[in-house]
């Protein structure tokens, strides 16, 4: 993809643009603005044409979004510093591009698995993962600029580009045992084990708050790295994901230091 102008030249064959993306596989849903109109979000997009039309009907020039399992997009916002060129794309990554209403880009790619949030270490692109993420449509309007979501590059769905998936995929955890990183038979290890034992005995609904909690106490208390790992095992081992414990951990340390 060039570097001077973003994107590559658009290869865009007409037609309607929604139409084109349910081709493509997605399914859809009615948008105010940026924000979905049926009672369950994402979960009421779909590829059935008559409740299409029927929302047509309803909804009359409403905005769309767009989702599909298996296919993640990177949004590139060039007013928080996203740009194409910071991909290193190549020609061979060409794949289904939409230009944005605020002058951006969205990238569709094939991935399935966890992703980011963002791309790691590229200011300015965020990862929507289909079936809980989605986007807006070609075809729709930005509600700040009034300008159109553009069908730039209809083109096949390329896979996500090797190189990219160091920056994208969420990384997995694997702690050592909470015993390997806090002695509980040492002075340090008695002290801290109720917070250990708390969070390994967290019931689900009760787990990240009790994870904030004990983070916390550790904090106020100046408890050594060791204690944070011991917690972050603990948390790992009772089902809680590696970014949610980084988050929630980093979150009760703030909590004990304001």
Excluded at 37 to 49: E, K, L, N, Q, S
Excluded at 151 to 175: C, G
Excluded at 192 to 205: F, K, N, S, T, Y
Aim: with cysteine; net charge positive.
């Amino acid at each position: 993809m060039s570097s001077t102008n973003e994107v590559a030249p658009a290869t865009t064959g007409g037609g309607n643009p929604l139409g084109i993306m349910l081709e493509h596989g997605f399914s859809v849903g009615p948008l105010a603005g940026k924000i979905p109109i049926t009672a369950h979000g994402v979960v009421d997009f779909t590829r059935d044409r008559n409740v299409i039309a029927s929302w047509k009907r309803k909804f009359g020039e409403c905005n769309w979004g767009v989702t599909q399992v298996g296919v993640i997009c990177l949004d590139v916002d060039p007013r928080n510093g996203g740009r194409v060129s910071a991909l290193n794309l190549r020609p061979e990554h060409s794949t289904l591009c939409v230009q944005t209403g605020s002058g951006g880009w969205h990238l569709y790619y094939r991935h399935s698995g966890s992703v980011r949030g963002k791309v790691d270490g590229i200011p300015g692109i965020d990862i929507k993962a289909g079936g809980r993420g989605y986007l807006v449509a070609p075809g729709s309007i930005h509600p700040d600029t009034g300008r159109p979501y553009r069908l730039y590059r209809d083109a096949p769905i390329a896979d996500l580009p090797e190189h990219l998936r160091a920056l994208i995929v969420q990384p997995t955890y694997a702690p050592p045992a909470r015993d390997a990183v806090l002695d509980k038979n040492s002075t340090s290890g008695d002290r801290w084990e109720g917070l250990v034992r708390a969070v390994h005995e967290a019931q689900p609904g009760n787990r990240n708050s009790t994870l904030f909690w004990a983070a916390a106490r550790a904090a106020a208390d100046s408890a050594p790295a060791a204690v944070y790992s011991a917690l972050a095992a603990a948390a790992h081992e009772i089902g809680l994901g590696a970014h949610e414990i980084h988050q929630t951990i980093q979150s009760g340390q703030r909590k004990a230091a304001s």
